[in-house]
């Protein structure tokens, strides 16, 4: 977890884990940890264990998310709002939306309650086609 700042609610970032969350922010798509690394060999960077590091502790504080299916990395849509969430992931593109309802992460929290289990880690990922690409294909279908 990151180290608390004076300010309540702030936590402070090593410059690694910056650089890191703001490649992630830029590339627009979900990126794999050896992705970034290679984006930050240009900054001197070029161990697996930093890169490693710093999304550990992007993903603690809540500022990245782990797609388990693509095993890749996205921003927090979410920032410092961080609950479990369900991530949309399209299949052809790898366009991922982050659910901002967390009626069903609840629902699952609550549910596990009840049967008296301790849930560690809730990671929810939705694959499918997204409506970019569905037309794309209904467009090559029609000989268009």
């Known amino acids: 977890m990151a180290d608390r700042n004076e300010r309540p609610g702030t936590f402070r970032i090593p410059k690694n884990a910056r650089r890191v969350l703001d490649i992630l ?80 992460p609840g629902h699952l929290y609550s549910w596990a309650e009840a049967k008296d289990f301790s849930v560690t880690s809730l990671t929810i990922e939705i694959l499918g086609q997204c409506g970019r690409c569905k037309a794309g294909r209904n467009t090559a279908a029609e000989g268009g």
């Open 25 to 104: 922010r830029d590339a627009g798509k979900p990126l794999t940890a050896y992705e970034v690394l290679d984006r930050l060999r240009p900054l001197g960077v070029t161990g697996p264990p930093t890169v490693y590091r710093a999304l550990d502790r992007l993903v603690k504080s809540g500022l990245v998310h782990r797609l388990e299916t693509l095993n890749a990395f996205v921003p927090c849509d979410r920032e410092g709002n961080h609950a479990p969430s369900a991530m949309v992931i399209c299949t052809d593109c790898h366009d991922v939306i982050e659910m901002q309802n967390d009626a069903v």
